[in-house]
């Protein structure tokens, strides 16, 4: 099974105090329990490392490298996805859609991966399999 990582699922596994934690960290194990090949883009690492950094410090981007990235694929996302990304994101005209989520939506289809590791409710909206489900997050 593939799954696609979002910041939102790496940030909540790693910071105690989001509200998300409990159910990234009990889905974050099944994961790895079951053997998942997850994977992410250059995009999201970026923007999980600037929000761990902001928020949590350099501890926390210390945890993220050591304990996360051996145990997921990045895809380097080309100049073909992020100008299809970047026109998505010009076509949705939505204030709260990152060109981010965008180049995550166009990696996943690409890559014919439909489930999605995260807390944001844009994965859904695209038609993707968000897990945890959101129905199951306390």
Not at 58 to 87: C, K, Y
Not at 101 to 118: P, T
Not at 121 to 137: K, L, N, R, W, Y
């Amino acid at each position: 099974m593939s799954v696609f990582v979002d910041t939102s699922g790496f940030y909540a596994v790693l910071d105690a105090d989001d509200e998300h934690h409990p159910a990234a960290k009990t889905a974050w194990v099944q994961l790895l329990e079951d053997g998942a090949s997850l994977l992410t883009s250059n995009y999201v690492l970026l923007e999980t490392l600037a929000l761990l950094q902001s928020r949590i410090g350099m501890a926390g981007v210390n945890r993220f490298t050591a304990d996360i990235t051996p145990v997921f694929e990045t895809f380097w996302v080309d100049q073909e996805a992020h100008l299809s990304a970047h026109h998505s994101l010009l076509i949705a005209a939505r204030r709260r859609l990152s060109l981010v989520d965008c180049v995550s939506f166009e990696v996943m289809r690409r890559l014919r991966i439909d489930r999605v590791f995260c807390f944001d409710p844009h994965f859904a909206e695209q038609g993707f399999e968000v897990i945890p489900d959101a129905h199951t997050d306390p």
